[in-house]
Structure formats: structure tokens, C-alpha cells
């Protein structure tokens, strides 16, 4: 049973000049925080939603309440490739004519998951999740849902790649392309050393954290990506990070050291599952003793599934834990 959609909010000037919009997704996140940032020569959009019904609401109202005119969008600035970040996209090129910006490092996955027609990349899911011992059903429902995920990213941008490293104007700011994978192998955050302000994403979440998940020919450890990514944006002392779900997070040091607890605890926790059973575990009887999986929906399985599989692969290539078949065992 699908919950109700969340309601409409307005958009919220978070720091002068920058508004956060949130944008319905139907999700159990509920929102994806997009931006809107003023700038004395135009307006730029930051990360879209799905395409459909609940984004193609929203933004009109959002842009209305702004008194923003399609054609006053400059540029639209994407983080990551993830369809709640890119969905709407095109839609948005095809409403403001303003170019669409990705970072370098991502324009290859947003190709494999989202400009690939072929569904390869859905087969390619199915297989890594069975491989890994997951039932032929869900596994099966998981190659759909991802099928249900491209619709949701049409029609397609024209993406222009952002350099890493490069600055970028957005509103009143320069921001620093920074290269923080772990939530996605080319994920971006975009750093205002002037105003401090760091604009995150879903490098850095308060109340949840982010996940860091092993796809079909992702990097060899996103997980240790990630931890590195984390001690990285912790060293730049930002005093606001403004993330792409939920509130806004102002200790940015002191919430990276919490993730950072979160994944050491994780990783303990993985190892005792994986060591419960004298003859070792497969991923998903890993996950399925980690994660309450019966009562989560599919898009939350996906995630579950792929999360721990980053644990082993940083669990083996640690040495923790080694792997005979399908089956991680204590090393
Ligand atoms: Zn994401």
C-alpha cells in the first residue's frame, strides 16, 4: 500500500540569496531538498526530483512564489546522479532553455543507469543481487523497480560535464567543484569557502545517514570512499551544510564524526552476522539479519541489499571478514 503523497511545501530562504525548495518524492524520504540560489545575472536551480506528477506540481508553485520565470533560470547545477536528483531534469531544460551541469565524475553512471535503452543495467542488478544470494522473486521485482527508476528520468537532460576542482558562480557565491564519492562514485559537493556554506547534498544528511551502496561496475570500495569523503568535508569547518533531504545541519564536523561512528558500529555488527553461522553467510541472509527487510518497500530492499554488500567488500579487503562462494566467513 503506497502512503499518501507529501504535501506541498513553499520554498525557504536558508541564507540570504539561497532558498531551499522542497520537492515531493515518493519515496519514504518524502522530500528532496532542491535549491534555488540568486545571483546578480540569474537564477540557478540546484538538483530536480523524480519527473512526475508531484515535481511537475511543485516547481511551478515554488517558482511562482519566488517570482521566477522560467526563462530567469541561468543555469541548472545536478550533484549526483540519483533519480531523485536528475529526474526531473529535462523536464526543467525543456521549461527554462538553461543548460544543465553534472559533475565530470558522474557523467558515466548517469549514462549506464539512465541514457542506456537497452535495460542491461536492470539485468545487471538482478544478477549481482542473486549472485550474492538473494530469491530469484525479489530479486526479480528489484530488476522492475529499477526499470520503474528510468521512467522517472525522462525526458532526458543535455548535460554539460562540471570539471572537479573548477569554481562555479551560483547566486551571490564561487563555489569550489569538490570530488566526494561514497554516496555515488561521482558525487560533487560544491563549497563556498567566502560564506562557509557547503552545499552537500546527500554527502551529509542529518537524522539519517547517507547510503553507500556497491552497484553493477561501481567503484572497488565505496564504502572506504565514503569515510574518506566524510573526514575530507569535516576538515573544511563549514558553519552550514545544506543537504538534499531534511534539515539543515550546522555542527558539519560533529555530524561527519557521527556518521562516521555509525558506519564503525555497522561494520562491527556485520561481521557478527556474517560470523553467527559456523559455515559463514550469504549477503542477503547478512542483510536480512541487519536490516528488517520484510516490512521495508522494494526501493528500501534495493538499498539495504546494496549497503551491506559495501560493508563486506570493506570488510574483506580489510581483512575482516573473506569470502568462499557466496558466503562471507570470519577471516
Ligand atoms: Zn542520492
Known amino acids: 500500500m503506497r502512503a499518501e503523497p507529501p504535501p506541498y511545501q513553499p520554498p525557504a530562504e536558508v541564507s540570504p540569496g539561497i532558498f ?35 515535481a511537475e506540481a511543485a516547481w511551478p508553485r515554488a517558482l511562482a512564489h519566488l517570482a521566477i520565470r522560467a526563462q530567469d533560470i541561468k543555469q541548472i547545477v545536478l550533484t549526483h546522479y540519483h533519480p531523485d536528483h536528475v529526474g526531473a531534469a529535462g523536464w526543467l531544460q525543456q521549461l527554462t532553455g538553461a543548460p544543465a551541469f553534472l559533475p565530470e565524475t558522474e557523467m558515466e553512471q548517469f549514462h549506464r543507469f539512465w541514457a542506456d535503452g537497452t535495460g ?34 525522462r525526458p532526458l537532460p543535455e548535460l554539460r560535464p562540471l570539471a572537479i576542482d573548477s569554481r562555479i558562480a551560483m547566486g551571490d557565491g564561487t563555489y569550489e567543484v569538490i570530488w566526494t564519492p561514497g554516496h555515488s562514485d561521482g558525487l560533487a559537493v560544491f563549497w563556498d569557502a567566502r560564506r562557509s556554506i557547503l552545499l552537500a547534498n546527500d554527502m551529509l544528511l542529518s537524522g539519517i545517514t547517507p547510503n553507500v551502496s556497491v552497484w553493477p561496475g561501481s567503484r572497488p570500495n565505496p564504502l572506504a570512499d565514503y569515510l574518506a569523503s566524510l573526514r575530507r568535508v569535516a576538515a573544511l ?7 538534499g533531504h531534511r534539515a539543515l ?47 521495508l518497500t522494494l526501493h528500501q530492499v534495493r538499498f539495504a541489499m546494496a549497503e551491506t554488500l559495501a560493508h563486506l567488500v570493506y570488510l574483506c579487503r580489510e581483512g575482516r571478514l573473506r569470502k568462499e562462494g557466496m558466503r562471507y566467513l570470519r577471516a
Do not use: K
Not at 518524492?25 to 508531484?54: A, E, K, M, Q
Not at 569547518?237 to 543537504?243: I, K, M
Not at 561527519?256 to 556485520?270: D, F, G, K, P, T
Open 120 to 153: 542491461a543495467m536492470a539485468e545487471r542488478l538482478q544478477a549481482l543481487f542473486l549472485g550474492e544470494g538473494m530469491d530469484e522473486a525479489t530479486a526479480s521485482a528489484l530488476r522492475r523497480h529499477h526499470l520503474q527508476q528510468v521512467e522517472r528520468v
Open 20 to 54: 531551499l525548495v522542497p520537492i515531493p518524492i515518493p519515496i519514504p524520504l518524502r522530500y528532496v531538498n532542491c535549491y534555488l540560489l540568486r545571483g546578480p545575472s540569474g537564477w540557478t536551480l540546484v538538483d530536480t526530483g523524480f519527473h512526475d506528477s508531484l
Open 249 to 295: 545541519i550546522r555542527d558539519v564536523a560533529g555530524r561527519a564524526r557521527e556518521i562516521l561512528a555509525h558506519h564503525a558500529e555497522r561494520l562491527a555488527r556485520v561481521t557478527d552476522a556474517a560470523a553467527a553461522s559456523p559455515g559463514g553467510a550469504t549477503a542477503w541472509e547478512i542483510c536480512r539479519r541487519i536490516f528488517p527487510v520484510d516490512g
Open 237 to 243: 569547518g563549514a558553519r552550514l551544510a545544506l543537504p
